[in-house]
């Protein structure tokens, strides 16, 4: 029996849950339609700054501000996202990568015993 190592490991194909296709389109749909709110109101602060209702230094501030929130809460969304499906994950026991792995190493080391006991039968 060959040792197996590392670059020779089978992949695992990665099969999706209904339930992760569904937070996907959920993350998705909310992604788009924060694409469109700050498009949105970009168009309105140009038309403010149009009009002469607002100082063209004053709405590139604010869009800047707005640009900032929009990153910084996208950042606490996705991490709040990855801890939502992470806790969903390890309560239906769905097995990470890390364990996998570590099951990988673990068959690779039984396999190596058994070559080892075979030889020493010989």
């Known amino acids: 029996m060959a040792t197996k190592t590392k670059a020779e490991e089978p992949k695992v194909e990665q099969e999706t849950s209904p339930m992760y296709e569904g937070v996907r389109k959920l993350v998705l ?6 694409a469109i709110a700050q498009e949105e109101l970009e168009h309105l602060i140009n038309k403010l700054v149009e009009r002469g209702e607002l100082a063209e230094k004053e709405g590139k501030k604010l869009l800047n501000e707005l640009k ?23 309560s239906m026991n769905v097995p990470t990568k890390d364990d996998i792995d ?10 190596k015993k058994v070559d080892e006991l075979k030889k020493a039968q010989k």
Do not use: P, Y
């Not at 749909?29 to 924060?34: D, K």
């Not at 900032?68 to 996202?81: M, V």
């Not at 570590?102 to 396999?111: E, P, R």
């Open 102 to 111: 570590a099951l990988g190493d673990k068959i690779n080391d039984l396999d």
């Open 29 to 34: 749909a909310s992604i788009g339609a924060v």
């Open 68 to 90: 900032e929130k929009r990153k910084k809460k996208t950042a606490k969304a996705e991490e709040e996202i990855n801890k939502q499906v992470e806790e969903l994950m390890t």
